[in-house]
């Protein structure tokens, strides 16, 4: 069993490995050690180089994380047409490395068993390669696997050949392995598939496969009946494979046969998953066959009876029928019953009876008593923590009894501390389920749910990256170190040893669209180096925290410009890149403090855009009510959504935290401190690098929705690892380039154009072929200069202080009187003393805008131009001879 599969593909596997930087294998001649371990983070992987079918932790106790090649690279195990196309001295040469790469079959156990054949697919000449199996001596009807295709209706098996007289291709039959014959009093295992047989003949146990699920190989067995032989079924173990047993046994029994139940955990996998894993053994058999007892009991007290034997409890419970029954054992009854003694001494001692004999059943069914607790069937799953919340539940699958669908609910650790709270808290939260038991029977069903391994899920009430575990959370698939995680049956992802899931519905987020690197040039085409700079921004937001551990901060991105430049059509695309569809962004002018606290909180690792509805509103009205962006400030440095009245965690001890990356979209640029403004990488798109096709090229990117185009994100967080570090190398080259610049004294306008500019490197992890070391440069050489007006706007006044200052000036020179300086009231030399009322009844008299007061109040003590001296002071006005109240400026 050592070597099977020896002639393909080892050394494959362990290049690949070498190469997959995020698992940081050490080749030490027969092993590759020293792998970064994805559960406990320590280098502690290794594997076999000459059966490399597995990884493993070596941290046995301690970790114990484990998982196959076929897991970790799953690539490797896909496109066998391509990497092993058949040639003309091997002609099987796919089909052989699809049965030993990838079934992990012994190959020359099965040669000659199958041949390589071709499919057609209907109404096209478009083929296929196949495994075919042969139903019949004469190769007339076959059972084929496709190669690397489905059928359009998701079938990957099909069923051909001549049709028997009876007009069936395979009605009644089996497939037994071409090698196998049956004896008298064998016993044979009845499966569902071909390679599930031949998973079985590998360890020795002949096994028939019924082709098709639900199809009962009548002919098959009469040719065999009457042979004392012990027919295993041992379908699968999904709802579909116990229907088929039920109707099976009932079959075989009836046809006289002698009949054994074997039941695989409900799991999904069947027996050649087992096999590929190496844990198809006699102890898989034998709980499989203890459960098919268990099972196949035809009322609550034969199931207590095979319990019992493995259990020998007094007291226990048991689920029958989707409801819970106490069992009591009489057990003093019980053994004296087993063991009878001698009436008198003339007598020798009667054998004792065998509890698991006819007799012992007899004497079984007088000992026990069965008493119903509960009308439903409450399946422990898991406990679920919200950390942030500090709350937890114990969540429960509830089945009924009465054929209504399973329903999963949450119970509080008070429902489940006396027999009356859990009776009252099912029938609150189920369909009418009851628990009538008494308290040690509910602390029997406690230790069964707590005392055991208990699952604990961490739910998290946003969506992406989680910092606890570095996972990147979503609704339907979570990403860790690069690799997908699928949500299991009960609703969570298993990240290492531990379990998440998200409680956020709100924002939606699917990453299985599809990704091709074919649209990058019609970007460009469409929105030039401004959404080029916005795409890299965009793309970094998925690191932001990783960043902001590495670098403290990570930028703000403001997008600006005129009505129709296309900056909707852009946001709208990016959603779509992360799986959100229909979704720009919010107007938090518009939104209620709760909205607001939403909208800052449920995404991590994601950008937060911050839109205006009234786009084309210009009124002053709207304008006053702009937002203060400052108290954005705290979210560069990841801090403090509390200035947004959001609550914290943890009674005020610790800040509620920004886990998000800011984007800002608007008409007008934003206002702010100095200390804001230093903040924002800013670019302004306009109209003029719009061609005649722009706009059909920009209607492409409008027609895109998250299955076209949704799986960047995946690639994204698949490519976690390499493109953070193309960002760490591109970050240091871009920081030193930009210092350079002499029109950039700030420092921190160098970094955060430096790290924008880095992820532009940085996409070419995306997209390898048009984002070109030359569109890298001439990326980053806009981004510099962006970085330079921005320097530029720092060093003057605001917009709006401009143009005060401009009015005044321009006033001050028109009066007709030609008063010198008629608007400056102070009597020093060097200073401005200016009455804001005066101000504003001029400024209507020269039809010159005034600002809006309050906006310019704000605005006035960050003025460069004139600095504010007092504002507010009661000075005697060198023109009017009275005291007037000014604010001073220097002049
Ligand atoms: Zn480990």
């Known amino acids: 069993m050592t070597n099977y599969r020896q002639d393909i593909g080892a050394a494959e596997i362990i290049k690949a490995l070498m190469q997959d930087s995020s698992l940081q294998f050490v080749d030490c001649n027969t092993h590759l050690r020293k792998g970064l371990c994805p559960a406990c983070g320590k280098n502690e992987l290794w594997i076999k180089k000459d059966e490399p079918w597995r990884v493993s932790c070596n941290r046995m106790d301690k970790c114990g994380w484990t ?56 109404h096209s000449t478009s083929m296929c390669h196949t495994i075919r199996f042969y139903l019949d001596k004469e190769k007339t009807r076959y059972w084929e696997r496709l190669i690397d295709k489905t059928k359009a209706d998701g079938q990957k098996n099909n069923i051909g050949g001549k049709r028997k007289p009876n007009g069936s291709l395979f009605k009644g039959d089996a497939w037994l392995p071409p090698t196998v014959t049956l004896e008298d009093g064998d016993r044979c295992f009845l499966v569902e598939a071909i390679f599930h047989s031949i998973a079985l003949y590998h360890y020795d146990y002949k096994a028939a496969a019924t082709i098709s699920s639900n199809h009962f190989p009548e002919s098959f067995i009469k040719a065999h009946a009457g042979k004392g032989i012990t027919w295993v079924l041992a379908l699968d173990g999904d709802k579909a494979g116990r229907k088929g047993t039920i109707k099976d046994a009932k079959l075989l029994t009836e046809m006289g046969e002698k009949v054994e139940v074997l039941i695989l955990p409900d799991n999904g996998k069947d027996w050649d998953d087992y096999h590929r894993e190496h844990k198809l053994n006699k102890a898989l058999i034998e709980n499989a066959l203890y459960s098919g007892k268990l099972f196949m009991a035809k009322s609550v007290e034969e199931k207590a009876y095979h319990f019992y034997q493995r259990h020998p409890y007094r007291t226990f419970i048991l689920d029958f029928d989707s409801a819970l029954y106490g069992i009591e054992i009489n057990s003093g ?8 003694r001698k009436k008198d001494d003339g007598e020798s001692d009667p054998a004792p009876i065998d509890l698991s004999s006819k007799q012992g059943w007899d004497v079984f069914i007088r000992c026990v008593d069965v008493d119903q607790i509960s009308n439903v069937y409450p399946r422990f799953l898991y406990m679920e923590r919200d950390e942030i919340m500090e709350e937890q539940r114990y969540v429960f699958q509830i089945e009924y009894s009465n054929g209504n669908p399973s329903d999963i609910i949450g119970l509080e650790g008070t429902n489940i501390t006396s027999p009356d709270a859990f009776h009252k808290s099912l029938l609150n939260k189920s369909r009418g389920g ?237 206002d702010g401190s ?111 200069k962006r970085a330079e007006a921005r320097e530029q706007r720092l060093a003057h006044d605001h917009p709006m202080l401009e143009q005060f200052w401009e009015s005044y000036h321009y006033m001050n020179s028109q009066h007709p009187t030609k008063e010198d300086d008629f608007l400056n009231h102070s009597n020093k030399s060097d200073q401005l003393a200016i009455n804001m009322e005066q101000i504003r009844e001029m400024c209507q008299k020269h039809g010159q805008e005034m600002p809006d007061l309050r906006q310019l109040k704000k605005l006035l003590p960050q003025g460069k131009r004139h600095k504010l001296i007092e504002s507010g002071r009661a000075i005697n006005s060198r023109h009017l001879g009275k005291t007037v109240r000014c604010w001073i400026f220097q002049k």
């Not at 990117?701 to 390499?722: C, D, I, M």
Request: hydrophobic fraction near 40%; charge should be neutral.
């Open 333 to 340: 009854a019980l053994e004296m019953d087993l063991n009878p």
């Open 674 to 784: 100095e200390a804001l403004l230093q903040r924002i990488v800013h670019v302004h798109v306009d109209k003029r690098h719009h061609k005649p096709d722009s706009r059909e090229v920009a209607r492409w990117f409008e027609r895109q929705n998250s299955s076209t185009v949704g799986g960047f994100l995946r690639k994204a967080l698949r490519y976690e690892r390499q493109i953070l570090q193309v960002y760490e190398e591109a970050f240091q080259k871009y920081e030193a380039q930009f210092g350079k610049s002499e029109k950039i004294r700030n420092e921190r306008i160098v970094k955060n154009h430096a790290q924008v500019a880095a992820f532009g490197d940085a996409l070419a992890v995306m997209f390898p072929k048009a984002m070109t070391k030359d569109r890298q440069e001439n990326l980053a050489d806009y981004i510099l």
């Open 67 to 122: 998982a196959s090649t076929r897991e970790l690279l799953p690539e490797l195990f896909t496109n066998f047409s391509e990497k092993y196309a058949p040639t003309e001295d091997k002609p099987h040469r796919t089909a052989d490395a699809v049965m030993g790469f990838d079934r992990g079959f012994d190959l020359s156990k099965i040669r000659g068993w199958y041949e390589q054949a071709s499919y057609t697919f209907p």
């Open 434 to 670: 009851t628990f009538d038991g008494e308290v040690k029977q509910l602390k029997i069903l406690r230790d069964m749910w707590l005392n055991s391994k208990m699952k604990t899920v961490t739910s998290i009430p946003f969506v992406g990256y989680d910092r606890d575990t570095s996972a990147y959370v979503f609704q339907q698939a979570a990403y860790y170190n690069g690799r997908e995680i699928k949500l299991n049956r009960d609703g969570y992802f298993q990240v290492g040893k531990t379990g998440i899931k998200t409680s956020l519905n709100g924002v939606s987020i699917t990453t299985d669209g599809e990704f091709k690197t074919d649209w990058l040039e019609n970007y460009f085409k469409a929105f030039h180096w401004q959404g080029l700079a916005l795409l890299a921004f965009w793309t970094g937001s998925l690191f932001a925290q990783q960043v902001r551990a590495k670098h403290k901060s990570w930028p703000f991105f403001e997008f600006t410009g005129e009505p129709g430049a296309g900056k909707s059509t852009a946001l709208e695309f990016l959603w779509k890149l992360f799986g959100r569809d229909d979704y720009e962004g919010f107007d938090v002018m518009k939104a209620t403090p709760a909205g607001r606290r939403r909208a800052f909180n449920q995404v991590s690792n994601l950008p937060v855009v911050i839109i205006e509805s009234d786009r084309d509103d210009g009124t002053k009205d709207a304008k006053a009510k702009q937002f203060d962006f400052d108290l954005c400030k705290p979210f560069f440095n990841g801090r403090g959504t509390g200035t947004l009245g959001v609550a914290r965690r943890n009674n005020d001890v610790e800040e509620s935290l920004f886990q998000a990356a800011l984007v800002i979209s608007q008409n007008a640029e934003v």
